[in-house]
């Protein structure tokens, strides 16, 4: 048995009460998509049902909701209400900001060659107005400040980058990463679908400019309901794209017709809303809120460090070699693991008909623990594997 146990607390035993899916799996698959929470489940049935009987007549109610949930992503992370849209996942928040910069031809971003597509993609896209890519090369896992600056020069506008790679679980320093961005004026936008969720952001105090995340991984949220943090100070450098009766000042005020856009990141929504998507999001980030979860909160970090520290215990003692830097600062709530001599696949789907839930990243195995999870899963984990 392992050295390491985890402490028990009636705030664990009350988030996995929470999440049905533990009757069923011992789910580590958070880094890829999350099952949703009880109370999540239960506010989407009862939208569907208010659908169903009362059409748009309750729509006024649905559009109170979408607010509590801007304030309760804001809360989370130190913003303003008004520094945060509601959009339909990381890939569109990134979109938003590389499609609405400035740019000039000559202009370059710079990003690391590891990246996940979505943080890749929006930015080579550019090339047709002249922006250059500049992916920065990773060795093995760590990622070295000094490369990024020195890949960045006076025409480096944008340094996009990932809170935790999702293929390698390193955690970035926000704040390194930030001064480096700004030393030579270029702006941070920051992809942070696989830290936001668990760890601590305060936004008043770590300057990025931008910030994208799905909420369907670390925030226990239905596919298609993400945010956008945009500074203050960057909205009106930021051209409004996908602009519709959302964007404007007089929204739904369909006879006035006057481009008065919203003083607010809101203006980048658009038009209809994912109503029940963001529904679900708004019960998964209270029962986080309620778990500590806050600019400053770091119970639920603490709390997946300990699950992941037991992990890498149990599987070491196991045979099974962690590719995954477990220094800190570094670590995260993503574990990548091989055990040699077996092929990922088929461990993977050995894991998944025993009811594990993990899955595989660049040749190698991966599991994501949430706060949720306990020694009773990662004792499945390891039986399974066995």
Request: aromatic share 6%; hydrophobic share 45%.
């Given at each position: ?113 590891n990246e996940f597509p979505s943080n890749q993609y929006p930015w080579m896209n550019l090339a047709a107005r ?257």
């Amino acid at each position: 048995m392992a050295t390491n146990s985890l402490p028990l607390s009636p705030v664990w035993d009350d988030f996995r009460a929470d999440m049905p899916v533990c009757e069923q799996w011992a789910y580590l698959d958070h880094a890829a998509v999350a099952p949703i929470p009880q109370s999540a489940q239960q506010a989407i049935h009862a939208w569907a049902d208010e659908a169903a009987s009362h059409g748009d007549t309750v729509w006024s109610g649905w559009a109170q909701r979408m607010e509590r949930v801007r304030v309760l992503a804001a809360s989370m992370i130190g913003a303003a209400a008004d520094e945060i849209a509601l959009v339909p996942n990381t890939t569109t928040g990134i979109s938003l900001v590389a499609e609405g910069l400035p740019w000039r031809a000559g202009d370059n971003v710079v990003i690391l060659a590891n990246e996940f597509p979505s943080n890749q993609y929006p930015w080579m896209n550019l090339a047709a107005r002249g922006v250059e890519t500049r992916r920065v090369s990773v060795d093995r896992v760590a990622i070295d400040p000094n490369r990024i600056a020195a890949a960045c020069d006076a025409r480096t506008r944008v340094v996009a980058i990932s809170w935790v790679g999702y293929a390698s679980g390193w955690r970035i320093d926000v704040d390194e990463i930030a001064e480096v961005a700004h030393a030579g004026g270029a702006l941070l936008m920051l992809d942070a679908i696989q830290g936001l969720g668990v760890f601590p952001l305060d936004v008043a105090l770590t300057p990025i400019d931008f910030l994208a995340a799905d909420g369907h991984k670390w925030m226990l949220g239905p596919e298609g309901a993400g945010l956008l943090y945009v500074r203050r100070e960057h909205l009106e450098r930021l051209r409004p794209l996908n602009v519709g009766w959302q964007s404007v000042v007089q929204g739904q005020d369909f006879s006035t017709i006057a481009l008065n856009l919203r003083p607010a990141a809101s203006r980048y929504e658009g038009g209809s809303q994912n109503m029940v998507g963001f529904t679900g999001l708004e019960a998964s980030l209270d029962l986080l809120a309620r778990c500590g979860l806050g600019p400053r909160g770091t119970a639920i970090a603490e709390r997946v460090l300990a699950v992941t520290d037991l992990a890498c215990e149990r599987l070491s003692q196991f045979g099974a070699q962690i590719h995954s830097d477990r220094s800190e600062p570094c670590r995260s709530g993503i574990v990548v693991f091989d055990v040699p001599g077996r092929d990922p696949v088929v461990l993977r789907n050995r894991c998944l008909q025993r009811g594990v839930a993990i899955n595989t990243r660049g040749g190698r195995l991966r599991i994501s623990p949430h706060a949720y999870n306990n020694e009773e899963d990662i004792d499945r984990l390891i039986d399974a594997l066995q």
